[in-house]
Every structure is written in C-alpha cells, then in structure tokens.
T-cell receptor, first 113, second 113 residues
Framework: AQSVTQLDSHVSVSEGTPVLLRCNYS??????LFWYVQHPNKGLQLLLK??????LVKGINGFEAEFKKSETSFHLTKPSAHMSDAAEYFC???????????FGQGTTLQVKP | DGGITQSPKYLFRKEGQNVTLSCEQN?????MYWYRQDPGQGLRLIYY???????QKGDIAEGYSVSREKKESFPLTVTSAQKNPTAFYLC????????????FGAGSRLTVL
C-alpha cells in the first residue's frame, strides 16, 4: 500500500539555524508528494508539491524539498529557522485514482529563541 | 476571496447526540473531503466526494455520515455510533480530476462531554 513515513515526531532547532524535516515514501513509479504546514488549531497550508518536473522544489516562506528516488525520500529544508516556523508539518502523498492525500503522522517543529 | 468555511469552530456534545459539521466552499471544486485529526496520528480520511450526489467511504467511516446535495457543500454528521468522536475535523476540496492539491478549511473541534 502507498504510505509515507515522517521519521521524526518532534524536531527542535534554534532560531537562525537550519531546519531539516525528514519524509520517506513507499516506492511508486510516479508519486505526487507534498509538504503542508499547520499552525495550532488551524487548517493546513500548502508549502510545496513535487510532480516530477524538477527534483528540487522551492516553496513558500523559504522552504524547499528535494526528491531523491534512490532513497525514496522527500526531505524539507530551510536555511534559517524563524520563530514563526514553529508548527506541525505533514508530507502526504497523492492517490492518483481518488484524488485524496495519504498522510503520515506529522512532525512538530519547535523553534527556540 | 475563495476558500473553505467550516462551522462551528468549536462544538461540545453530550454522549448519545448526533452533531453536524458544516463545510462550504466557493472555489468551484468538484471534490471534497473530510479528515479527522488526533494528536500523534496525522490525518485520517473519513469520507470523500468527487461529484454531487456521490460519495465514498474513507479509512474510518464508521459512525459518520455525509451528503453531497450541492457542489459547494459537504456536511459531516457525527453520529452517536462513533465511539470516540472527540477530535479536530478538517474539510478540504480540490479540482477533479486533478493533481491532489487540496485546499483545507480552518477546522472544527468537537468535544464530547
């Protein structure tokens, strides 16, 4: 079955340091992969999506993600964390025949001053 | 501005009562989705609909019901048969057939007293 695994349930960084949130997916010939962010008691906002056009995907707010087929990974990075980046992050994959998104358990990002 | 409106934002219910959560979108999207979010479990799909007057069960449909009488509306009823209804509920929509890019509402938090 198609699935995603977010390797860390909680990540803590200091403000101004790099952010790395890790996501692996089960192998698929053509995955659609996404990163969403959720602030407390809010809905989810799309950060970026991968749809095979380029392996390095740039998103909003300085985030980017690199698709690595050989490692079945789609990790999210940001060079310098800001306090406002503290939130829950999800990397779902798309189901092509239903349109739905399949979610992992999420990663909570804490940013310390 | 186009978007998804969920109401109410907070809802309290006594055991044994049915409650209905509203979801309205003005994005002209064909597909709509209901997800349930519990701490540490990510998002799980309850029901989805790709066209008016048609809908399919997701992964955790037991104890829930939906209707899709209008393109812009997809209400979710949490019935008394749902054994553990306290959760955060998120509605989303997308174009169909599409690219799995879901737009989410701000969510409704249901607490059973």
């Amino acid at each position: 079955a198609q699935s995603v695994t977010q390797l860390d349930s909680h990540v803590s960084v200091s403000e101004g340091t790099p952010v790395l949130l890790r996501c692996n997916y089960s192998s698929s010939y053509s995955p659609s992969l996404f990163w969403y962010v959720q602030h407390p008691n809010k809905g989810l906002q799309l950060l970026l999506k991968y749809t095979s056009a380029a392996t390095l995907v740039k998103g909003i707010n300085g985030f980017e993600a690199e698709f690595k087929k050989s490692e079945t990974s789609f990790h999210l990075t940001k060079p310098s964390a800001h306090m406002s980046d503290a939130a829950e992050y999800f990397c779902p994959r798309g189901s092509s025949n239903t349109g739905k998104l399949i979610f992992g358990q999420g990663t909570t990002l804490q940013v310390k001053p | 501005d186009g978007g998804i409106t969920q109401s109410p934002k907070y809802l309290f219910r006594k055991e044994g009562q049915n409650v209905t959560l509203s979801c309205e979108q003005n994005l002209n999207h064909d597909a709509m989705y209901w997800y349930r979010q519990d701490p540490g479990q990510g998002l799980r799909l309850i029901y989805y609909s790709q066209i008016v007057n048609d809908f399919q069960k997701g992964d955790i449909a037991e104890g829930y019901s939906v209707s899709r009488e209008k393109k812009e509306s997809f209400p979710l009823t949490v019935t008394s048969a749902q054994k553990n209804p306290t959760a955060f509920y998120l509605c989303a929509s997308s174009i169909w057939p599409g690219n799995n890019v879901l737009t989410f509402g701000a969510g409704s938090r249901l607490t059973v007293l």
